[in-house]
């Protein structure tokens, strides 16, 4: 079993009762992308910059600079594709593929 | 000052629960703890607490909506019977879990089926392993002052688990008894505020509770849980210490009867040790070194103390009113004699069955136990290990 990069595993005297959560925003620090069963990849080559893949992301996965769509955060990314269906111009592909 | 009043077993709980004035009390209603949340009812529709009172559609609800009250840092309450703490079985895991100390009257009622309204204790048998503590009262005066010590004993910072006051159906529930009754100042005193360490609705510490726990955390939770009930000894015996100092009543993990020289004697819990002590007085007149151990906390289980207390015993029966069911002997008994298993040798251990869906238990019955006890103390020899009492064999 591998708990994620940089995860350090408390002993269970340090640990909360009951799992009860005191940090806010701490989603972040949960690597769900480990669970990802396909790859997007981008071909920036093909991007229009037209940013149908981003509001479609269940995961905010996609990153944007600028307003300008760089790749995914594959820390978060869970594989469903739903980018690249929504993607025009074949900027997004299944890795592998 | 205490003062003396005539109170069957609920109505003594359902002041007790008065005395609390708890922030919320969520039951429905099931024979033979019915009276607990009727009673109660009418102090909140007269305004004499300041409780929410919850009238929910199940007992699932009614654990439920204690788990959410405490959740939110209220004092939240309840009580049930049988079916009905079956029906909260679910919801009992998680209130411990999450460390929320609910306080929950257990009126000891057979499970079905058969269907069975009368008392034995195969309800809260069935919750020995749910992470709560569980308290046995043997009668109204002890029901009344073990409720009142559950919420402090719960609330405690080292312990924070719920806790159940079990008491005997019928039995214990509807006798009424002359017992003494705190001054309700004296009850607010004593159980004081409650101040959770956090809470739900405390902005300047926002959290949250009920996240998925996956095997890299799940295991570590469990064992806080268990570390807290071994811990909880300490406080429970705090407590009673404390509530000596108010009433004068002593209480501790367990009973010793007339246990000083006993050669044999019997384990037991709630209002059949009232038969079975009257049991021992008659066979001490004669001559006979019988005692008795009525357990009274149950759940952390007392390993040590147990063990130790059976220690110079020659012959001992542990008289369960729940069966196992599984071909070896009852849950206390199990745990009886686990206890015992490397710490004493040489004691024999037997077990009765005794009192199923409320089946009479008589000073006859408990004397043909002491009777069992005497002939293995003198011979050594066991002839049956897991034994019924009170059945038609024939």
């Known amino acids: ?97 | 000052m205490a003062r003396r009043e005539k109170l069957s077993g609920n109505e003594a709980v359902s002041i007790a629960m008065k005395q609390i004035n708890p922030d919320v009390v969520a039951a429905y209603p099931i024979t033979p703890s019915t009276e607990v949340p009727q009673y109660f009812s009418t102090y909140a529709a007269n305004g004499e607490v300041d409780t929410e009172f919850v009238p929910v559609e199940s007992e699932h609800s009614a654990m439920s909506a204690c788990i959410g009250a405490q959740a939110a840092g209220g004092r939240a309450m309840t009580a049930t019977s049988a079916q009905g703490l079956a029906l909260m079985w679910e919801m009992l895991y998680i209130a411990s879990a999450y460390r929320l100390p609910v306080t929950l009257a257990a009126v000891n009622r057979a499970l079905s089926g058969p269907i069975n309204i009368h008392n034995d204790h195969s309800d809260t048998m069935g919750a020995r392993d749910s992470g709560w503590i569980q308290i046995y009262s043997e009668d109204c005066q002890e029901a009344y002052d073990n409720f009142i010590q559950a919420v402090k004993i719960g609330e405690h910072p080292d312990v924070m688990l719920p806790v159940m006051d079990c008491y005997d159906g019928f039995i214990t529930s509807h006798k009424v008894e002359n017992i003494e009754i705190m001054e309700d100042e004296e009850v607010k005193a004593f159980v004081g505020k409650y101040n959770p360490p956090y809470h739900l609705m405390n902005k300047e510490k926002p959290m949250s509770m009920g996240p998925l726990s996956l095997p890299f955390y799940y295991f570590e939770q469990k064992r806080q849980q268990a570390e807290a009930m071994k811990t909880s000894i300490k406080a429970i015996l705090e407590v009673a210490a404390e509530f000596e100092k108010v009433t004068g009543r002593k209480y501790g993990l367990f009973e010793e009867y007339r246990m000083d020289d006993a050669e044999v004697a019997i384990v037991i819990l709630n209002s059949t040790a009232g038969t079975a002590k009257d049991v021992v007085d008659m066979l001490r007149d004669n001559g006979i070194k019988a005692g008795l151990i009525k357990i009274r906390v149950y759940r952390p289980f007392p390993v040590e103390q147990i063990a130790q207390a059976l220690s110079k015993c020659k012959a001992v029966a542990v008289l369960d009113k729940a069966d196992s069911l599984n071909g070896a002997g009852g849950p206390v008994f199990t745990d009886v004699t686990s206890a015992m298993f490397g710490r004493v040798d040489g004691v024999k251990v037997i077990n009765y069955i005794y009192g199923l869906g409320g089946r009479d238990v008589t000073t006859d019955n408990i004397k043909e136990v002491y009777d069992n006890l005497q002939e293995i103390a003198k011979t050594g020899k066991v002839k049956e290990v897991y034994n019924y009492l009170g059945v038609r064999e024939v």
């Not at chain 1, 995860?7 to 949960?30: P, Y």
């Not at chain 1, 820390?75 to 592998?96: N, Q, R, T, Y």
Request: one cysteine or more; proline letters at 4%; hydrophobic letters at 40%.
């Open chain 1, 1 to 97: 079993m591998n708990a994620g990069k940089g995860v350090k595993l408390e002993s269970w005297k340090n640990m909360t009762h009951g799992a009860h959560v005191f940090e806010a925003g701490n989603a972040v620090n949960f690597k769900t992308g480990d669970w990802r069963s396909d790859k997007p990849i981008f071909i920036s080559e093909n991007c229009k910059q037209c940013l149908l893949c981003f509001p479609v992301c269940p995961d905010s996965a996609i990153v944007l600079e600028d307003g300008q769509m760089q790749g995914f955060n594959y820390d978060f990314c869970k594989g469903c594709l739903v980018c690249m269906m929504a993607c025009p111009f074949k900027a997004i592909e299944k890795e592998g593929v």
